[in-house]
């Protein structure tokens, strides 16, 4: 257990530079590597995540280990999931150095987070700076495999956090809008500057904050209704009768699941909410029997 309102030496950008250039590491882009150099960016994440001493927080791409420190500050016991294997080799003897009393309540696990099966423990809560190229994937993928995951808070890249926590009939609602929705209630509690991180990006963070509740009453599975979600808005222009066509067999087919579900044909799929996606595929469903 880690002390909460220990102190940690957190990383400044002249410290995340100087730890960069002794490890040997240069910000990779296949990886989407860009390290906060903020401490008070960092405070504010864990402060809007409200980490609890002994939650058990998953934190992906952990870097030089910047958002690590302040959660573990926050007394959090954290699994780091790091793919590089050199910032995953090198990350606990900067915990050490830096909040020796925390360096026990750190796990590294070196994977691709897209892989990921198991934990050493089960999370509580997911808090990262997550890799702008994967953080839809990833969120998703993590929300499906641990079900312990109750809440968390990421940050990603501003329009991807826009299309997060779009609701039903925005500009930016789409499929991780309903997907993530499908999940958790999604908000967006600010955002993030490009000034915050070394490289500097060419584009503003957002941070996202979810809190994981039932999905939608229905007898369709996750995989049906997600499948449904994928054909509306691969024409999202399109109508739902239209766009549905293909999933459901033909547009009167899809028109007739649609009336079923109580849904007017000629809407686009961007009007309708999560649980309206999950009527249509339990529809769908039981006009296949």
Known sequence: MTTPGASASLLGAAAVRDLADRLGVHPAKRWGQNFVVDANTVR???????V???TVVVEVGPGLGSLT???????AQVVAVEIDPVLAEALPGTIAARLPAAKEALTVVTADAMSLQELPSAPDAFVANLPYNVAVPVLLHLLAQFPSLESGLVMVQLEVADRLAAPPGSRTYGVPSVKAAWYADVTQPGRVSRSVFWPVPNVDSGLVRFRRRPPPSTTATRDEVFACVDAAFAQRRKSLRSALARWAGGPDA???VLRAAGVDPMLRGERLDVSTFAAIAEHRQAAAR
């Open 254 to 256: 899809a028109e007739a």
């Open 69 to 75: 420190l302040g959660l573990l500050e926050a007394g």
């Open 52 to 54: 609890q001493p002994d």
């Open 44 to 50: 504010r994440i864990v402060r809007l995540a409200d």
